[in-house]
């Protein structure tokens, strides 16, 4: 019964130690920085309070006081402490900012005092928590069992909790009840544990009369054993990091899918402490070294036949999300190393007490080594082995780790090949070693390649591989006509940016919008890099004196210089341009400086982490960092989104910048804007220079923005739409993160949302009656609204649904000289009409594989005989794709030829399918034209 009610105790306290644990690292990042050093010191700084912890209990020895009260004491002080940090962790972080400004330009000293804070604030519940276990061992009724099996059972049950912990915090209590009632809960169960060990502490009375400190270090203590127990907590935990470092090239990188894959991870110590409360040997000793052995194999072995997953969907793409699925993948390759070193803790803490003797002591003692190599385990992997040796090499070497530590570990003294045990190690050495010599060592190759593969649909090709100290990223190329076209930046298994030029649109606007709308802007904030397109933009300004650039991975300022395409240039070169590798949110919280403008575009919304840069936490902190008059713009992609966490997000937008408004070109790609204070009216000499700049005007126009009036078709609500939408909604906070969840988004109900705004006349209807574009915008920019307003719907309809796309065309060439729609229809763009330029300039004749984008050329110059000739050249040829015989029908009636339009349909006429289509062109023809229908 007594084993019992300790099992259900150590389950209890795990769970509420691993919900504090997520909870307290959460808060803290947010408090003292989410950047990879930032992250690596806060989790060193948990770990030092748990070691300290074990420490405490490796030099005290318990007299007078029944272990399981003092228990219940450590319990309610993590408790009260644990759950008092959750609520006190950001108004820290917010009292500190004068204190981290006053440091910024001394970063070495900056990073001591964030680690120096980060540990005090956690030293006491963290202390607490690595004394419990030790402490609980010295419960009278447990010397009565052997001391091998029972801190093998209390490990495991306690580490079982864990799993409980963080499936239910993750799944169940963040969405629920916030991070506020996922810390309430976690503080119920400590006091639920420490309440049952106070009521059943019982009277057995005590053995002396004092207490105090009595162990001490000397030539007894066991130090091959420590730093055994040392070496196996550093792989570990490093193999934890390099475990998931692997799995996010299949998996989404999701807090769902970090969750999952620690559960494994828990899952296998707690069952490997209860394996090894089976255990019946009188020499434990002999049994270290074969499991070291064993967990050596396992980590080769794991990886060598790690199942690959099922492609998902059509996309040919691994980017799992199912948690099952991730759950099966994970298990396959992290549970067994993770069932042998539940087994090897309890094995280390049982040969060492077998020197020492005291049970708290030797818990103590050994758990202290481990810790601290299990807080060193991280950033080895992390800092070194990963960016040094990459993934597999790192495997590879945790495995060589595993081997030394099982040679360091054995008796050599009195070994002999006659005893099971000798045999046994010696033929699984020998088995590592052929594991070693016939190992896969390009196996690694094939996982990138399953990561990018998706990517290389449209014929991309790698550039660059790096494996940094956060993520793995893979450079792709996609040529065309023997140039670069545009470039795709692949992070782990996700697309994180590209320099596409429909993504170029709305990056570019992150930067020209806030700059046409405060021309006088000198000094600008760009949080996160991605591949350059927004920097670049705000460099072509001459204007701008200053722009800082935040981005949190060093890796994406080092690729910086491997972009290259038409009218690019790599920005950071720009003296103007100051690059800081940091997490862009402690960036706004720590650093001094007001900007103009403050811009942003992070990663995909459902990676893990995204969330705190779209809290309302978030937008206070960019808020604060503006000079009065101040413009911000971020980046809203409503297609990566439910409804209602759009809505989420608007309504935290909103409730910090009153005058919020949402811009868009032709897709879902939305751009929030806001600013500090009340915008007024650009000054109308400063917005002529600012459209009369050449770079800046060809790069516009590159993206469709042609003309200034044209700025007017971007707009999409202002505030007052945003507060009619979002009533009722509550906003995305740092408190309640999953308000913004995993579930994959509708892109119907997206695409309806967006159509919605996107209509001609409410749209041009919105933009008219709203007061905040009475009150800023320039009078000479209200010019042919109607049209700009139309050929946004049009795009948007044709991009997201398809329409009739000689309908379209009929429209941008006949009643606007707008050059973008008509390259868009004919599958077009400004850059690959450049290039196709170009390569149609070193040869003598028309390539055919230029001839649709100089097609498309000549009708966005509406030089429509050239158009015609090349597409006589196409049927010279013959047509490879009906769509260019349908339209030069429809460009000789236009060109006033339609004798040759009647002669050229009438001479296919037995090749043409009837259908809808012709059906629409022949009677449009016929009622522009009079042209008369084959047959």
């Not at 004068?98 to 680690?115: K, V």
């Not at 803490?349 to 049970?359: D, F, G, S, W």
């Not at 920097?535 to 204007?543: E, G, L, M, W, Y």
């Not at 650009?682 to 923005?705: H, N």
Request: hydrophobic share 45%; aromatic share 12%.
């Amino acid at each position: 019964m007594r084993v019992a009610l300790v099992s259900l105790i150590l389950f209890l306290s795990g769970c509420s130690a691993l919900l504090f644990q997520t909870l307290w690292l959460r808060l803290s990042g947010l408090a003292f920085g989410n950047s990879v050093w930032s992250a690596a010191l806060i989790l060193s700084s948990f770990m030092a309070g748990l070691a300290l912890g074990s420490a405490i209990a490796a030099r005290l020895t318990l007299r007078r006081i029944r272990p399981l009260r003092l228990y219940a004491g450590l319990e309610t002080i993590v408790a009260v402490f644990g759950c008092t940090l959750v609520f006190a962790l950001p108004l820290i972080g917010q009292r500190l900012r004068p204190i981290f400004q006053a440091f910024w330009h001394h970063q070495e000293l900056l990073t001591i005092l964030r680690f120096s804070i980060s540990f005090l604030v956690l030293l006491l519940p963290t202390t607490a928590m690595g004394l419990t276990l030790p402490v609980l061992l010295e419960d009278p009724t447990l010397y009565r069992r052997q001391f091998g099996g029972v801190i093998a059972a209390c490990y495991g049950f306690n580490t079982l909790g864990a799993v409980a912990g963080a499936l239910l915090g993750e799944g169940y209590l963040v969405r629920r009840f916030g991070l506020p009632g996922t810390g309430l809960t976690a503080a119920c169960l400590s006091l639920a544990a420490a309440g049952i060990a106070w009521l059943f502490a019982g009277t057995i009375p005590a053995r002396t009369e004092a207490t105090g400190f009595q162990f001490s270090l000397g030539k007894q203590t066991p130090w091959k054993l420590l730093l055994v127990s040392l070496g196996a907590g550093t792989l570990f935990l490093g193999l934890e990091v390099i475990w998931f470092r692997f799995m996010r090239l299949y998996v989404a990188s999701s807090s769902t899918a970090f969750c999952t894959m620690l559960a494994v991870v828990l899952a296998g110590i707690g069952l490997g402490g209860l394996a090894a409360s089976a255990i019946r040997t009188a020499t434990p000793r002999k049994l270290l070294p074969l499991l070291l052995l064993l967990a050596a194999i396992g980590t080769l072995l794991s990886y060598v036949f790690f199942p690959l997953p099922v492609i998902q969907g059509d996309s040919k793409a691994f980017h799992i999300e199912s948690w099952p699925e991730i759950t099966r993948l994970s298990s396959a390759l992290m549970f067994p190393v993770a069932f042998l070193s539940g087994i090897l803790l309890p094995v280390m803490v049982t040969c060492v007490q077998k020197e020492l003797t005291n049970r708290m002591n030797s818990a103590g003692l050994t758990i202290l080594f481990n810790t601290v190599g299990a807080a060193f385990g991280p950033i080895l992997a992390g800092f070194v082995l990963l960016p040094w040796l990459g993934f597999q090499s790192s495997l590879i070497l945790s495995a060589a780790g595993y081997a030394a530590l099982a040679l360091l570990s054995c008796e050599k003294k009195s070994w002999s090949l006659r005893r099971p045990t000798e045999v046994a190690l010696s033929l699984l050495g020998v088995l590592f070693v052929l594991i070693l010599a016939i190992f896969p060592y390009h196996r690694d190759e094939m996982h990138f390649e399953n990561a990018r593969r998706p990517f290389e649909a449209d014929q991309s090709v790698l550039q660059k591989k790096v494996e940094g100290s956060a993520d793995t990223l893979q450079l792709l190329r996609r040529d065309l006509f023997g140039e670069p076209y545009y470039y795709r930046l692949v992070t782990n298994a996700y697309s994180m940016s590209g320099t596409h030029p429909r993504s170029q649109r709305y990056m570019r606007l992150f930067a020209y919008l806030p700059l046409a709308l405060r021309p006088q802007s000198e000094n600008a904030l760009l949080l996160c890099y991605g591949v350059g397109i927004t920097a670049d933009a705000f460099t072509r300004d001459p204007r701008l004196k200053h722009l800082d650039v935040v981005d949190i991975s060093k890796e994406v300022f080092d690729l910086a210089g491997s972009y290259s395409g038409i009218e690019y240039s790599n920005p950071l070169p720009d003296p103007r341009v100051t690059t800081f590798v940091q997490d862009g949110r402690f960036f706004l919280q720590a650093g001094p400086d007001r900007y103009d403008i403050i811009t942003g575009e992070p990663p995909p919304l459902k990676v893990a982490g995204t969330v705190n840069l779209y809290t309302q936490q978030f937008f206070e902190l960019m808020h604060d960092r503006l000079k009065d008059g101040g413009i911000v713009t971020f980046w809203l992609p409503i297609s990566q989104l439910t409804i209602d966490e759009t809505k989420a997000i608007l309504r935290a937008f909103h409730n910090v910048f009153a005058n919020a408004s949402v811009w868009a070109t032709c897709d879902l790609e939305w751009i929030m804007m806001g600013s500090n204070g009340r915008l007024q009216r650009p000054d109308q000499e400063l917005t002529r220079s600012f459209w009369s700049e050449a770079k800046m005007r060809s790069d516009l126009g590159r993206i469709g923005i042609e003309s200034p009036e044209q700025m007017s078709g971007l707009f999409v609500m202002d505030s007052e739409e945003i507060i009619r939408i979002t009533e009722g909604v509550e906003p995305l906070s740092d408190f309640y993160p999953k308000r913004l969840t995993d579930t994959n988004p509708d892109l119907k109900a997206a695409y309806q949302f967006g159509r919605n705004y996107f209509d001609t006349s409410a749209a041009l209807r919105r933009f008219l009656s709203s007061p905040f574009i009475k009150q800023i915008w320039p009078e000479e920019w209200r010019k042919s609204l109607d049209l700009f307003f139309l050929v946004r719907e049009m795009r948007f309809i044709s991009e997201m649904s398809g329409s009739n796309w000689l309908a379209d065309l009929d429209l941008y060439l006949r009643h606007s000289r707008l050059r973008a729609p008509v390259l868009a229809v004919q599958n077009s763009d400004e850059f690959r009409l450049a290039l196709a330029e170009k390569f149609s300039g070193q040869s003598q004749s028309v390539p055919a594989e230029a001839s649709p984008d100089l097609i498309a050329g000549a009708l966005a110059r509406r030089d429509f005989p050239a158009a015609i000739q090349l597409l006589e050249t196409e049927k010279g040829r013959g047509f490879s794709n009906i769509n260019d015989f349908f339209l030069l029908i429809y460009l000789y009636c236009l060109n006033g030829s339609v004798e040759k339009a009647e002669s050229l349909a009438a001479a296919q006429a037995s090749s043409i399918q009837k259908d809808w289509f012709v059906d629409w062109l022949w009677g449009e023809l016929q009622a522009q034209f009079g042209f008369h229908p084959p047959g």
